[in-house]
Nanobody
Framework: QVQLVESGGGSVQAGGSLRLSCAPSGLIDSFYCMGWFRQAPGKEREGVAT??????????YYSDSVKGRFSVSQGSEKTTLYLQMNSLKPEDTSMYYC??????????????????????WGRGTQVTVSS
């Protein structure tokens, strides 16, 4: 599987913003799907946003908890993904993971923000929001 590398995490106060980036560590032309997930200590991993990335007009799905505050975009390289996080809340504190998959079947998992559709993962970047 392709290794992904996340960056951009950090510590901010509530109401602040951060921008996370994700890119593959090796050469790959494209992914069919990419997504952002997060997991806080003692909690299950949850989907934040998923996107069909094989075309530039791919549909994006967001979890209800971040809708209207977070936005996903692709870089000039189709395999680069960003997560713009605005109006951050303490409950957004978590380890954020980037995920991707090169199989067309991953598309069936996007709407439900399902992690089972993603075979490649990064090691995560920590986001801490203080009140």
């Amino acid at each position: 599987q392709v290794q992904l590398v996340e960056s951009g995490g950090g510590s901010v106060q509530a109401g602040g913003s951060l921008r996370l980036s994700c890119a593959p560590s090796g050469l790959i032309d494209s992914f069919y799907c990419m997504g952002w997930f997060r997991q806080a200590p003692g909690k299950e991993r949850e989907g934040v946003a998923t996107i069909y990335t094989y075309t530039r007009t791919g549909v994006i799905y967001y979890s209800d908890s971040v809708k209207g505050r977070f936005s996903v975009s692709q870089g000039s390289e189709k395999t680069t993904l960003y997560l713009q996080m605005n109006s951050l809340k303490p409950e957004d504190t978590s380890m954020y993971y980037c995920a991707a998959d090169s199989r067309p079947i991953c598309a069936k998992y996007l709407r439900d923000l399902g992690s089972e559709g993603f075979a490649s993962w990064g090691r995560g970047t920590q986001v801490t929001v203080s009140s």
